[in-house]
C-alpha cells in the first residue's frame, strides 16, 4: 500500500474528502460508489464494482454446485453446468468491455 504523505481533518459529520490527486489516479467520479472495509485498525476505501459481486456470487453458486451434482440426474446437472458457464461468459465479456472503454 502506498503512502502519500497527504493528512486529512475529519469533519464535524465524519466526513473526509478525498484528494484529486488520488480521485484521479483510480478514476473516482463525483456519484461514484465507494465500498468501506476495515481492517485491524485501518480504513480501506475501494472504488465499487457491481460486477465483481456478480463474479463472487457465480463463484459461490459453482461451488456449491460442484458438490451437489453428483447427486442429479445427469442431464439436468448438464444443462445448469451450461447456464454457468453461460454467466460466467457473460460476466467476463461485461468486464472485458468496461476496461476498453
Known amino acids: ?3 502519500t504523505g497527504i493528512v486529512r481533518k475529519i469533519d464535524d459529520l465524519g466526513r473526509v474528502v478525498i484528494p484529486i490527486e488520488i480521485r484521479k489516479k483510480l ?3 463525483e456519484g461514484d460508489l465507494l465500498e468501506i472495509f476495515t481492517d485491524r485498525d485501518e480504513i480501506i ?3 465499487y464494482d ?3 459481486g456478480l463474479c463472487e456470487l457465480v463463484k459461490r453458486l459453482e461451488d456449491v454446485f460442484s458438490d451437489v ?3 442429479m440426474d445427469i ?8 447456464h454457468i458457464s453461460a454467466l460466467k461468459n457473460i460476466l467476463k465479456n461485461n468486464n472485458e468491455t468496461e476496461s476498453k472503454s
Open 69 to 71: 451434482k453428483k447427486d
Open 27 to 29: 478514476g473516482i467520479k
Open 50 to 52: 457491481a460486477s465483481m
Open 1 to 3: 500500500m502506498g503512502t
Open 75 to 82: 442431464n439436468r446437472a448438464d444443462r445448469i453446468s451450461e
Open 45 to 47: 476505501l475501494r472504488k
